[in-house]
C-alpha cells in the first residue's frame, strides 16, 4: 500500500495513472455518466466515495451539489493514507479549497468503514472498488446502505486497452529493472563524476575519456531499450523511463553531484512504484466471470444487481455496476 499512499502525497493529480491532461479531474463522457447518478439521489445524500485517492469522483459529486443545490454530504475513503487538501494545495490551491469540504477518511478501507447501519444513501466509486476484498466488501456496503439506497461504480475492464497498455507497461518496466544495467550504469556514471570532477572540474570532466565511454554506454543500452520495446504500446513505456535518466544525467556537474545521486535513486523508485500500482490494477481488473460472481454475493445478500459495460470512444474501458438495496 506504501506505493499508493506515496502517489497520493506526491502526484500532485486527482486521479489514478493520471499524470497528464486528466490529471485535474474526470471530464467528458465520464462526467456526464456521475452527473445523471447524482440527479437520482436525493438532497443531502450521504455519499461515500469508495478508493477516493485524491478526490477526484467526490470532488465531481460535490460540484454537481453545489450546482444543484443538493447539499450532499460527501465522504471519501481509502485504503491508502491520503491527505488531498494538503496533495494539491500547491499545485491548485483552488482545488484543494473544495477538498477541505468533504470527509476524508484516510487508511480506510471499504471493510472497515466507519459508518453505522443504514446510514448511507449512494455509495460511489471510479476504478477504486475492485481493489478491495470483495466478498467482504459488499457485505459492509449492503449493510450499511438505507433502504432504496444503492452503490454504483465503474471497475476496470479486463479487455480494455488501458489494462492492456498496462500489461505493456509491466513487461518493459520488469525489463529494464530486472534485465538490464540502464540504472546501475547511470549510477556508476554519477559515483565517476563525484571522483573525477573535484580534480578535473566540469569542462575536464566532459574531456574525460572514462566520460565519454561510460556515456557512450548509456546512450547505446537506452537505444537498444527503444529498439526491442518498438511496438508503440511498449515505447510510451520505454522512453518515459529513458527520459527519467537523461535529465538526471543532463544535470551532472560539481555542484549537483548529490543532487543528481538522490535524483536517480527518487526515479528508480518512482519508475518501480509504477509497476506495483500497474500490476495491482491489472490483478483487480473484472472479466465476465468477476462480474457473474459479484452478482451472485449480492444476490444472496438480498439486493439487486446490474451489470454492463462502459465504452469510451469504442474501447471497454470499463464495467458499470450497480447494486440496490431495497
Known amino acids: 500500500m506504501e506505493h499508493w499512499s506515496k502517489y497520493w502525497q506526491y502526484s500532485g493529480v486527482l486521479n489514478s495513472f493520471a499524470e497528464g491532461q486528466a490529471s485535474s479531474g474526470y471530464t467528458g463522457a465520464l462526467k456526464q455518466h456521475w452527473d445523471a447518478f447524482f440527479t437520482s439521489?436525493?438532497?443531502?445524500?450521504?455519499?461515500v466515495d469508495i478508493g477516493t485517492g485524491n478526490g477526484a469522483l467526490a470532488l465531481l459529486a460535490h460540484d454537481y451539489s453545489k450546482t444543484e443545490t443538493k447539499d450532499?454530504?460527501?465522504?471519501?475513503?481509502?485504503?491508502?493514507?491520503?491527505?488531498?487538501?494538503?496533495?494539491?494545495?500547491?499545485?491548485?490551491?483552488?482545488?484543494?479549497?473544495?477538498?477541505?469540504?468533504?470527509?476524508?477518511?484516510?487508511?480506510?478501507?471499504?471493510?472497515?468503514?466507519?459508518?453505522?447501519?443504514?446510514?448511507?444513501?449512494?455509495?460511489?466509486?471510479?476504478?477504486?472498488?475492485?481493489?478491495?476484498d470483495r466478498k467482504d466488501a459488499i457485505k459492509v456496503i449492503i449493510d450499511t446502505l438505507k433502504d432504496n439506497g444503492q452503490a454504483h461504480f465503474i471497475v476496470h475492464n479486463s479487455s480494455s486497452s488501458l489494462v492492456k497498455s498496462s500489461q505493456a507497461g509491466i513487461e518493459v518496466i520488469e525489463s529494464v529493472l530486472n534485465d538490464s544495467p540502464l540504472f546501475q550504469l547511470s549510477d556508476l556514471y554519477i559515483d565517476l563524476a563525484s571522483q573525477a570532477i573535484p580534480q578535473l572540474g566540469d569542462k575536464g570532466w566532459q574531456e574525460f575519456s572514462h566520460q565519454k565511454i561510460l556515456a557512450q554506454s548509456i546512450q547505446w543500452m537506452m537505444r537498444e531499450l527503444q529498439e526491442k520495446f518498438?511496438?508503440?504500446?511498449?515505447?510510451?513505456?520505454?522512453?518515459?523511463?529513458?527520459?527519467?535518466?537523461?535529465?538526471?544525467?543532463?544535470?551532472?556537474?560539481?555542484?549537483?553531484?548529490?543532487?543528481?545521486?538522490?535524483?536517480?535513486?527518487?526515479e528508480y523508485h518512482s519508475v518501480n512504484d509504477h509497476k506495483q500500482r500497474l500490476i495491482d490494477q491489472n490483478n483487480a481488473a473484472f472479466a465476465k466471470k468477476d462480474i457473474t460472481a459479484l452478482q451472485k454475493q449480492v444476490e444472496k445478500l438480498g439486493a439487486k444487481f446490474s451489470a454492463e459495460e462502459f465504452k469510451l470512444d469504442d474501447d471497454k474501458f470499463g464495467w458499470a455496476v450497480t447494486v440496490a438495496k431495497g
Do not use: M
Open 41 to 47: 439521489l436525493p438532497a443531502e445524500a450521504a455519499i
Open 72 to 132: 450532499f454530504n460527501i465522504h471519501g475513503i481509502d485504503a491508502a493514507k491520503i491527505d488531498p487538501a494538503a496533495s494539491l494545495q500547491k499545485q491548485s490551491p483552488a482545488l484543494a479549497k473544495k477538498l477541505k469540504t468533504i470527509q476524508f477518511h484516510s487508511e480506510t478501507p471499504i471493510e472497515k468503514a466507519p459508518f453505522k447501519t443504514a446510514t448511507v444513501d449512494a455509495y460511489i466509486s471510479q476504478f477504486g472498488f475492485e481493489y478491495a
Open 230 to 266: 518498438s511496438k508503440p504500446e511498449q515505447q510510451v513505456w520505454v522512453t518515459d523511463i529513458v527520459r527519467r535518466i537523461a535529465r538526471t544525467l543532463e544535470r551532472v556537474a560539481g555542484n549537483t553531484i548529490e543532487d543528481c545521486v538522490k535524483q536517480l535513486a527518487y
